[in-house]
């Protein structure tokens, strides 16, 4: 964290949960531990511990950043398969998920392997999760489970994992400067949750989709995700955009931050549950606090890759030591 | 210290929340549990606040845990698992209800699995006399449910490798010892269903549908 405009980030979002923590404080104080306020009080602890964890993971470096987000996929890909009804039949199919593909699609993008990372999971996963599961010999339901596997490497790995990629965007005259980039993403996506959440307590009348989610409301949507457009407008020194264009950027990760929660959370009544899980006390599961993530990664990653017209492909084609071990192959 | 390191990985592995610390009552335990997985009486066991958990032996097959060095280590020094020979106990050439009546007898808490068996399917099979002989025999001792959830998908009757899910232990009241004129097999009936009434149709009953 040798940038001095990270540090400004970081000492921005350490002002706001101040603050947060501040009235939550007050509010308590004046009146009483209501279980409204003992749930906003749990998330803004929790909050101080999620921040406190993200940034460490920026300031540990590349590794520090992958390692985190391997570990939040796993967690993420826990609770999916967890509420996702798996039969016996899959028990092998996921060992292999778990323990070698996940970790080895974090190994080509943390290299970085630009091509096996973009291939490795909807190609060679995505045709070795069915043949694992037919040679199971369990042909029960078998299109909806290799889907529902698939569907939660898609998202749980494949899609978060562009998170962390944004580390390795070539930007000219942005060089070195990339963590900042993935801050930008991270925070104005969960401003944005939480904005939403804030004024559509306040405001919301008309839910956007009542049967998904109760709390996603019009009003919510379009006073929450103005003023994080605001916010994400007012960081434009931190990112490679113009103000013009952060403002486009951050109404676009507002969009894919609430169509990703919005989906996720149709997911979820799917499987018949109400939170993914127990890990983030206040917040549900590590799921609930990603789900406006996953599609925000990937369409950020690649519209802002287009936009610099950068070419990862070429950049990151294949790491140093496989080029070196061509050229000894072929002599050359 | 290997006792509480292991129950700390095996709560970090399944997902299962320590239970809370509570005052002691000075009486003695036998927590009864659906059965579908190796983890299971690790799952209790590690579930258990750490003064609770030294004074509990889990009941086992000693065909399985003396089987190779580290098993029999497992098994008599971290669990210190009352050991039943299946088929001695079958044979009826050692008395495995004894065993059990002296651990508890010592002052342990125990882990047992009326089943009887791991279930292949995850369904609850009827249950075997030997909770009802511990229940007259001992009736000071309380007989706590614990319906496991999901640990049949963590590691599976068979499997080697388990799978990093979120497992569950919900512990229910302890249930009433059986009554005066209570037939053994009234009382089977009532502790098993406590237990199906415990999972909240999470159980699928072999036996009845839909209970």
Known sequence: MKDPELLYLVGGVVAVLLLATLITRLLIHKGGETPVL????????????????????????????????????????????????????????????????????????????????????????????????????????????????????????????????????????????????LFFVVL????????????????????VAPKVSPSKTREGLLFGGAAATLIGTGLWWATPFSPPVAALM??????????????MSAVKRSLGAKDWGRGIPGH????????????????????????????????????????????????? | ???????????????????PEVPEDGKRRVYYANHSSHLDFMVIWAALPARRRTRTRPVAAAEYWEKGPLRRWLAGRVFRAVLIPRELARMRAEDPLGKMLAALDEGADLIVFPEGTRSESGEL?????????????????????VFLENLSRILPKGELLPLPLMGQAVFGDPLPGPAGDESRSDFLTRAREQLITLSHGHLPSALHEGS
């Open chain 1, 38 to 181: 003992v749930n906003l009080r749990q998330r803004v602890n929790a909050w101080w511990w999620m921040m406190l964890v993200f940034s460490l993971s920026l300031a540990l470096g590349r590794g520090g950043v992958f390692g985190f987000y391997a570990i939040l996929s796993f967690l993420a890909l826990r609770e999916f398969i967890t509420l996702a009804p798996t039969p016996r039949g899959d028990h092998r199919t996921l060992t292999w998920v778990f323990f070698l593909i996940l970790p080895v699609h974090y190994l080509f993008a943390w290299a970085p392997w630009y091509g096996m990372f973009l291939i490795w999971i909807p190609v060679y996963a995505f045709v070795f999760i069915p043949i694992r599961s037919a040679l199971a010999g369990d042909t029960d339901r078998f299109l909806e489970r290799t889907s529902r596997i698939q569907w939660g490497v898609l998202t749980c790995v494949y899609f978060l994992s562009h998170l962390p990629m944004l580390l390795y965007l070539p930007i000219r005259g942005y060089e070195g400067q990339n963590a900042k980039l």
């Open chain 2, 1 to 19: 210290m290997t006792g509480t390191a292991l129950a700390f990985l095996v709560r970090l592995a399944t997902g299962v929340r320590l239970l």
């Open chain 2, 125 to 145: 099979a009827a249950f075997k006399p030997g909770l009802h002989h511990l229940a007259t025999k001992r009736p000071d001792a309380e007989l706590v449910p």
């Open chain 1, 250 to 263: 951050s109404a676009l990760l507002v969009m894919a931050g609430f169509f990703g929660g919005l989906v």
């Open chain 1, 188 to 207: 104005v996506t969960q401003i944005s949750d939480v904005m939403q959440y804030v004024f559509g307590k306040m405001f919301g009348k008309h839910p």
């Open chain 1, 284 to 332: 549900g599961g590590v799921l609930d606090r990603l789900d406006s993530l996953l599609f925000a990664g990937p369409l950020f990653f690649h519209i802002t890759g287009y936009y610099f017209g950068t070419h990862m492909a070429a950049s990151h084609a294949q790491p140093e030591w496989m080029k070196a071990a061509l050229r000894l192959w072929m002599g050359d």
